[in-house]
């Protein structure tokens, strides 16, 4: 079964930094656009970076622009999530998802992880 | 504030028809990317429920549907039954932000 598990996240205090991991099982992740996506408390979904298949393409949403970073280590078959400079409001639930492709089509987000927690507090 | 705006909520009785509309604008849906829903139940991670505006994974029952017209995308779920109640989110692309946007979600009560 395709899968996606996170792991890496806990309590920082704010300034601190944390690595989110993304391992996939039964498939490749240089064949996918993969996403970082967080759940703050109670909120909705935000959208929060990409990675092209190639990993030529990286994208981030405004908030964390300059101190996130997304990565693959391929030969791992693993997504990462660096995060630097914690501010309380990145509380939240991280899932790592992975974007569809039915032939020359890239579509929604078809595979989700469980989440891992990321709590920034003193 | 979501670049997508859909209500807060909806809520039906078991068999009943309801809608969530997704609302954008031209620099997102109404320049022609596509649409996605997600449906998320309590304390799970979200699911694709409809991609590419219409169309639904295998095992996805066809009492989902999605249109798109213009800047705005809806999601009708017909013959409402009790496990629907969750919440949906849509998502699109953002051509001004440069990555995907999510509506702020719907809660759907049965």
């Known amino acids: 079964e395709v899968q996606l598990l996170e792991s890496g996240g806990g309590l920082v205090q704010p300034g601190g930094s944390l690595r989110l991991s993304c391992a996939a099982s039964?498939?490749?992740?240089?064949?996918?656009?993969m996403s970082w996506v967080r759940q703050a408390p109670g909120k909705g979904l935000e959208w929060v970076s990409s990675?092209?298949?190639?990993?030529?393409?990286?994208n981030y949403t405004d908030s964390v622009k300059g101190r996130f970073a997304i990565s693959r280590d391929i030969s791992k078959n693993t997504l990462f999530l660096q995060m630097n400079r914690l501010r309380a409001d990145d509380t939240a639930i991280y899932y790592c998802?992975?974007?569809?492709?039915?032939?020359?089509?890239?579509?929604?987000?078809?595979?989700w992880g469980l989440g891992t927690t990321v709590t920034v507090s003193s | 504030q979501s670049v997508l705006t859909q209500p807060p909520s909806v809520s039906g009785v078991p068999g009943q028809r309801v809608t969530i509309s997704c609302t954008g604008s031209s620099s997102n849906i109404g320049a022609g990317y596509d649409v996605h829903w997600y449906q998320q139940l309590p304390g799970t991670a979200p699911k694709l429920l409809i991609y590419g505006n219409t169309d639904r994974p295998s095992g996805v029952p066809d009492r989902f549907y999605g249109s798109k017209s213009g800047s705005s995308a809806s999601l009708a779920i017909t013959g409402l039954q009790a496990e629907d109640e969750a919440d949906y989110y849509c998502?699109?692309?953002?051509?001004?932000?440069?990555?995907?946007?999510f509506g702020a979600g719907t809660e759907v009560t049965v």
């Open positions: 039964r498939f490749t992740l240089s064949s996918y656009d």
């Open positions: 998802a992975r974007r569809q492709v039915i032939g020359a089509y890239a579509g929604g987000m078809d595979v």
């Open positions: 990675i092209s298949g190639s990993g030529g393409d990286t």
């Open positions: 998502q699109s692309y953002d051509s001004s932000l440069g990555g995907y946007v």
